[in-house]
């Protein structure tokens, strides 16, 4: 397997934009999680599904955060209207069992001007 | 409100020598801990995990000391290369039924100087 696969690798958009970041899991694994990662609070969990149905929010930062997982190998996660603090570093990452460890993507780097 | 705290931003070390990196928890009920490597541009990769029925958990260089009465855990790399220069998160989880999620730390930068 390839691992997890994330695109685009660099983003750079203009505030106001809608942004659509991208994922694809690690075939057979059940959990995915999106993860922002900021100099002050490191890596921060957005939100995370188990298969393909969304459990917790709760990290996901105001309603212009939306994700979905339409099936077992692809996944989203879209901002609009993007703002220049969204500014980060977004994660993917996909693991067997919700408590084991965690595969990573290599993640996006957006920007927002 | 962090849960998971790495107080160091910043280590270095000398080639040879031990690394010593230390995190902090507030959870009483996380259970399960780990340290996440991770290169400039790249995402973090898993390293090495314990479990709180254990105190310590070893893997050739790499061993993670629990210390559950502190709410403290720390990695040791005996002896430190410079290929381990990177940032380092570590991580906790609670039991399987009380959530399925990772709480990670804001990470040490670790340089192993030649």
């Known amino acids: 397997d390839a691992g997890v696969i994330q695109s685009p690798r660099h983003e750079v958009t203009e505030m106001g934009q809608e942004v659509t970041l991208r994922c694809k899991p690690i075939s057979g694994h059940d959990y995915l999680f999106w993860y922002r990662q900021t100099m002050m609070r490191g890596l921060e969990l957005l939100i995370y599904f188990n298969n393909n149905v969304p459990i917790d929010d709760s990290g996901m930062p105001e309603d212009r955060f939306s994700a979905k997982m339409p099936n077992a190998s692809f996944s989203t996660l879209k901002i609009q209207p993007s703002e220049p603090r969204d500014s980060a570093v977004y994660f993917c990452?996909?693991?067997?069992?919700?408590?084991?460890?965690?595969?990573f993507g290599q993640g996006t780097r957006l920007t927002v001007v | 409100d962090q849960q998971v705290k790495q107080n160091s931003p910043s280590l270095s070390v000398q080639e040879g020598r031990i690394s010593i990196l230390n995190c902090d928890y507030t959870n009483s009920m996380f259970d399960y801990f780990l340290w996440y490597k991770k290169y400039p541009a790249e995402g973090p990769t898993f390293l090495i995990s314990?479990?709180?029925?254990?105190d310590k958990n070893e893997d050739g260089r790499f061993t993670v000391f629990l210390n559950k009465s502190a709410k403290h855990l720390s990695l040791h790399i005996v002896p430190s290369q410079p290929g381990d220069s990177a940032v380092y998160f570590c991580?906790?989880?609670?039991?399987?039924?009380?959530?399925?999620?990772?709480?990670f730390g804001t990470g040490t930068s670790l340089t192993v100087i030649p």
């Open positions: 991580a906790a989880s609670q039991p399987p039924n009380t959530g399925n999620q990772f709480y």
């Open positions: 990452a996909s693991s067997l069992f919700g408590n084991t460890e965690a595969f």
């Open positions: 314990i479990s709180s029925i254990k």
